[in-house]
């Protein structure tokens, strides 16, 4: 069996340093707000190219408190991508703000700075775009589309830690970007974990007040805040395996460079393609078939586990389907074609070999 992810694989990898990071917070007495998350949070501002960062409960949490900190709220629209997790337009709704959908770009998964500027309306404050699957989602094009007409900029990066654009980290175009230490993200903790960062210390400021009942200091609440703070047991093991992220992530773009090689020339298959200037840290590698069921039930009878991101674009799910279109769009096309292979530091050459050469062997035969 090829597993997907194996979470025990990359506990094991560095099992010692895991566990003297364990003792050593639990030696401390200090579990919540203590030096293990300020350490984090310095290191992963500074890995992120950010002057700040915040450590928080989840990467939802850092999505929506990101809103409500720039003001965003009731009577405002946020444009997100139409083809993305939930998460991205939960944290509009849990703001007050209404989520306005934008399809991908042709032959992206990602939006771009075109389909942004087509969706803007007069109500339009702010823009969330998502460097989906580790893929920067045109960056710079965004940022100077939001600078030129008054618009903040949130990125939704909870699946890019490390990603670049054009050198620079992804992250760090916007005002803000929410990120998740979701256990399988390529900078994952050991359950529920998130972050922000700005350039804005006021910002960064409000989001520390806010993730703590509205406080800074014990029983002086400033604000109405909630309780969402990243825990000092998170932190310690974040900061092993931030250390650990870039070889990780060279990794992946080793298991995506054998997966281009060696499907690149396959009819009814469709490769991830890589825009102008990026640098993506392959969070997944996704491949697009109009016979993906019949793709992914082969490919798991011969052992080899396959996940499809997503299965429906959000408007199709009920709490949003005021919002989807009435024609079939074509995040619908993307969502009945998508396949995600295994990647990541668990897997073996050997492994990666075995799922490239199963995938070339039932496209073959499916044609």
């Not at 030096?35 to 915040?54: K, M, N, Q, S, T």
Request: charged share 20%; hydrophobic share 45%; proline share 7%.
């Amino acid at each position: 069996m090829i597993p997907f992810l194996d979470l025990r694989a990359i506990y094991q990898q560095d099992a010692e340093a895991y566990d003297a990071a364990y003792r050593r917070v639990m030696d401390s007495g200090r579990w919540i707000l203590g030096p293990e998350l300020a350490a984090f949070e310095a290191e992963f501002a500074a890995f992120c190219g950010a002057g700040h960062a915040v450590g928080l409960g989840n990467g939802l949490d850092a999505l929506t408190l990101s809103l409500q900190v720039a003001g965003i709220g009731a009577g405002d629209e946020v444009l997100v991508p139409a083809h993305t997790f939930i998460a991205t337009w939960l944290a509009v709704q849990q703001s007050g703000a209404t989520p306005v959908p934008v399809e991908p770009a042709a032959g992206s998964f990602n939006v771009d700075a075109a389909g942004l500027a087509a969706g803007i309306t007069p109500r339009t404050r702010a823009v969330m775009p998502v460097h989906l699957y580790g893929q920067p989602a045109d960056p710079a094009a965004i940022a100077q589309l939001c600078a030129e007409r008054g618009l903040l900029l949130i990125e939704d990066a909870a699946q890019a830690h490390g990603a670049l654009h054009d050198g620079r980290p992804a992250g760090s175009f916007g005002a803000l970007a929410g990120f998740s230490f979701y256990p399988g993200k390529n900078l994952g903790a050991f359950g529920d974990a998130g972050a922000v960062v700005t350039r804005d210390p006021a910002l960064a400021q409000a989001l520390r007040e806010r993730r703590n009942y509205g406080s800074l200091a014990r029983y002086q609440h400033e604000s109405v805040g909630v309780n969402s703070r990243l825990d000092e047991l998170q932190a310690a093991w974040l900061r092993i395996r931030l250390q650990k992220l870039p070889a990780h992530n060279q990794r992946r773009r080793e298991i995506a460079a054998f997966y281009h090689q060696r499907l690149a020339d396959l009819p009814g298959l469709a490769l991830p393609q890589v825009a102008a200037g990026n640098e993506p840290v392959w969070h997944l590698y996704v491949l697009r078939c109009a016979r993906r069921d019949a793709l992914q039930a082969a490919l798991a009878a011969e052992g080899i586990e396959t996940l499809i991101h997503y299965p429906k674009p959000v408007y199709r799910f009920p709490p949003f389907a005021a919002m989807a279109p009435a024609a079939r769009s074509l995040s619908d096309q993307i969502c009945d074609e998508v396949l995600s292979l295994p990647i990541g530091p668990h897997l073996s050459d050997g492994q990666v070999e075995r799922v490239a050469e199963a995938v070339r062997r039932v496209v073959g035969q499916l044609r």
